[in-house]
């Protein structure tokens, strides 16, 4: 069975800091692996994605994440937070089989409140 | 594209009376997920649909708990009878090959 885990439940981080949100998986096979964000009072937005190839992925909003396959993590990165960056952020990985119930579906982590001070 | 649509954006209701949560995938995805957030529980899966079928509904709660998909650009949750305990926010989310895109939610109290 696939499954996440994101190790602090809260980071803070002064603005114009580096930040970097922890995430590792546990899966069978070479995963997928997701980045999302919520603000308060919406949906989850998709942020970035590692489905194969460089293993530093770029995404929304200046963020970007590295596959590490030998620590099985997927660490998401900014070099310098905004105070619009604090929310609340999902890993999440997705088992590459295609057969069974588990096709398609994302298994998401506890998620980690992130706090941007000015 | 206007993106997953959800309907109504929140929905109080009473004890035992029945709960109709609305979806509209973004056109053209062939997946679509249903989830409940709550602060105790976090983010969980209730069901998902591929091409309309049901794939795994190991996570709906228990037998009050039904959802449809009777086209491709339509699902529906319903709770009946509903308990206080189904208050929560719930997404829907769709999905063509890798990422899903969800909904703004439906958040439902229930007295």
């Known amino acids: 069975a696939q499954s996440v885990a994101q190790p602090e439940d809260q980071v803070n981080v002064a603005e114009g800091n580096p930040l970097t949100v922890k995430c590792t998986y546990s899966?069978?096979?070479?995963?997928?692996l997701f980045w999302y964000v919520q603000y308060p009072n919406r949906g989850l937005q998709f942020l970035l994605k590692?489905?194969?190839?460089?293993?530093l992925v770029k995404g929304s909003y200046g963020f970007e994440a590295e596959f590490n396959k030998s620590q099985t993590s997927f660490h998401l990165k900014k070099p310098s937070a905004l105070v619009s960056d604090s929310a609340l952020y999902f890993c999440?990985?997705?088992?590459?089989?295609?057969?069974?119930?588990?096709?398609?579906?994302?298994?998401f982590g506890q998620g980690t409140i992130l706090t941007v001070h000015p | 594209d206007a993106g997953v649509i959800q309907s109504p954006r929140h929905e109080v209701t009473e004890m035992g009376q029945e709960v109709t949560l609305r979806c509209k995938p973004i056109s053209g995805h062939n997946s679509l997920f249903w989830y409940r957030q709550t602060m105790m529980r976090g983010l969980e899966l209730l069901i998902y649909f591929n091409n309309n079928v049901p794939i795994d509904d190991s996570g709906m709660p228990e037998d009050r708990f039904s959802a449809k998909m009777p086209n491709a650009s339509f699902s529906t949750l319903k709770i009946q009878p509903s308990e206080p305990r189904d208050s929560a926010v719930y997404f829907c989310?769709?999905?063509?090959?890798?990422?899903?895109?969800f909904g703004p939610g439906t958040r439902l109290t229930v007295t």
């Open positions: 989310a769709s999905s063509l090959q890798f990422e899903q895109y």
């Open positions: 590692y489905i194969t190839g460089d293993n």
């Open positions: 999440a990985v997705r088992d590459p089989s295609r057969r069974g119930t588990s096709y398609g579906k994302l298994t």
């Open positions: 899966v069978s096979g070479n995963p997928y």
